[in-house]
């Protein structure tokens, strides 16, 4: 079992920044896919940014590439998500998310473990 805890979130300006931060504890390693996931009340959850094992392999949606930047530390077994220039549609809960594989996947069905999600406010 892995264990993950997000923090970081909070409330923010349009054109702000913010860093999410995603502990790992368990049976962790350097063997898991890592993402990072939206949802927004009364929608789907939805792939925002994933990195494979090592951290060296990433992906974003459209929607946030050139403004946000995923990083993992596997000595820390921390997650990160940095995000700049954020805009009032970027507000949502932010999930981490694990999964028992080398290579991330923007499909939320297809990971294994996921944090409690910590709620990014960006006013206008």
């Known amino acids: 079992q892995v264990q993950l805890v997000e923090s970081g979130g909070g409330l923010v300006q349009a054109g702000g920044s913010l860093r999410l931060s995603c502990a790992a504890s368990g049976r962790t390693g350097s063997s898991y896919a890592m993402g990072w996931f939206l949802q927004a009340p009364g929608k789907e959850r939805e792939f925002v940014a994933g990195?494979?094992?090592?951290?060296?392999?990433?992906g974003y949606a459209e929607s946030v590439k050139g403004r946000f930047t995923i990083s993992r530390d596997n000595v820390e077994n921390t997650l990160y998500l940095q995000m700049n220039s954020l805009k009032p549609e970027d507000t949502a809960v932010y999930y981490c998310?694990?999964?028992?594989?080398?290579?991330?996947?923007?499909?939320?069905?297809?990971?294994?473990?996921w944090g409690q999600g910590t709620q990014v406010t960006v006013s206008s």
């Open positions: 990195c494979t094992w090592n951290g060296v392999i990433l």
């Open positions: 998310a694990a999964r028992n594989n080398l290579f991330y996947s923007g499909n939320s069905y297809d990971y294994n473990y």
